[in-house]
């Protein structure tokens, strides 16, 4: 074989390499936009839903929370080194706790979204494998929308949300701070982040029962 015929063949492997790649890319960030998409506009639609109880409401939005979010990798990522000096018992004990919290968390503010719609802005890959979704919570009649990010990782479970990001702040890394806070002020003791985490779903509860 020829220098020019095998140069031609090795610059057409490349340039397919390079375009099957890109397929993949795109296939994948288009995967990633359907699923916030989807995600976005049911959980939209059960924070709208007047009509059904608070119980109901909470029941699907904990069932949309836990098929679309990585919990345990969130809960375990907000920790950090606490992680490490827990033992199974207080792992379940802490990701049960952590995932009531955020579900009673956003339950409190169910009656605050009326015609509120998601609309996905653009989509970029992380150096670290994921993809950071972009959108915009529009409400009639308001100029500004609410931008959120959505950093999105391919799981052995499938697509799954790692990170939210509101207005730029880390949903992940201001909890992670929160977090350490509570436990540093309070001797170390990873125990006591399951007594304010336990106070915090309390007062929520005892918030949206009056709604």
């Known amino acids: 074989m020829s220098f020019l015929v095998k140069s031609f063949f090795l610059k057409f492997y490349f340039v397919a390499i390079a375009l099957f790649s890109t397929s993949i890319l795109a296939a994948t960030q288009e995967s990633s936009n359907a699923f916030v998409n989807e995600l976005g506009n049911d959980v939209i639609s059960i924070l709208r839903n007047k009509h059904q109880s608070m119980a109901v409401r909470k029941s699907n939005f904990r ?3 836990r098929e679309h979010f990585d919990l345990p990798s969130i809960g375990k990522f907000i920790i950090a080194r606490y992680w490490r000096r827990m033992n199974d018992a207080q792992h379940k004990k ?14 409190s503010q169910f009656d605050n979204y009326k015609q509120q719609s ?33 950093k999105v990782f391919k799981t052995s479970r499938g697509l799954k949300v790692l990170d939210v990001i509101v207005e730029n702040v880390s949903m992940s890394l201001t909890l992670r701070n929160e977090y350490s806070s ?3 002020s309070r001797g170390g003791k ?7 985490l336990k106070d915090k779903i309390n007062e929520d509860r005892e918030e949206n029962r009056k709604k």
């Open 118 to 150: 998601l609309v996905i802005t653009g989509s970029q890959k992380t150096k670290d494998g994921g993809t950071v979704i972009s959108s915009e919570i529009r409400t009639p009649g308001k100029g500004t929308p609410l931008h959120i990010k959505w």
């Open 94 to 107: 802490y990701i049960s706790l952590f995932e009531d919290a955020v579900i009673e968390n956003y339950a």
């Open 63 to 65: 069932k949309e929370i």
């Open 190 to 196: 990873v125990d006591s982040l399951f007594v304010y």
């Open 182 to 184: 509570v436990i540093s």
